[in-house]
């Protein structure tokens, strides 16, 4: 989820699972070839390399999509680096196997955040399941709190 949503954008994020950075991972999944593909996918072989704060050459990968660098440090950033861990290991595995990658957003009734990972013949769907605990009203907007401002701040 985006730092913050109005409603009606949070409602179509909890119907079909998009939100504005689950598009742009899914734009850099998509690269397969050239230069960058390659480079993304060799750093993308090293245990932590999706780590806060995201490194070059994710972070630029990321901002090409277009993706503003608070929804990087809000979404990706903040996301707790044990699941981005969990969806590393699920991509390289994807992309290996030359399965097409999805990446949704959800919430989660745990107390804490969840990655859920399933598998088709075609496809990896990579879903980040926030914790209903964290959601924030203020007037017309939704916010998410993220993993590590969750625990910064004693809300989670």
């Not at 999944?29 to 072989?45: H, I, M, P, T, V």
């Not at 660098?69 to 979404?75: L, N, Q, T, V």
């Not at 075609?122 to 907007?141: M, W």
């Amino acid at each position: 989820m985006p730092p913050m949503s109005s409603l009606r954008t949070f409602i179509a994020a909890l119907k079909t699972g998009e939100t504005r950075t689950t598009r742009a991972l899914e734009g850099v999944a998509r690269r397969r070839r050239g230069a960058l593909a390659e480079e993304l996918l060799l750093a993308l072989k090293h245990q932590g390399a999706l780590n806060a704060p995201l490194q070059a050459p994710f972070r630029q990968a990321i901002k090409k999509t277009p993706l503003p660098e608070r929804y990087i440090d809000h979404c990706i950033d903040d996301w707790p680096d044990a699941q981005k861990e969990q969806a590393r290991r699920a991509l390289v595995k994807a992309i290996a196997d030359g399965r097409r990658v999805r990446f949704r957003w959800g919430l989660t009734a745990a107390r804490g955040y969840e990655t859920d990972i399933t598998r088709t013949r075609n496809r990896v769907t990579i879903t980040a399941l926030s914790p209903r605990s964290t959601l924030r009203i203020s007037g017309d907007e939704i916010h998410v709190a993220p993993g590590k401002a969750t625990k910064k701040h004693g809300t989670g």
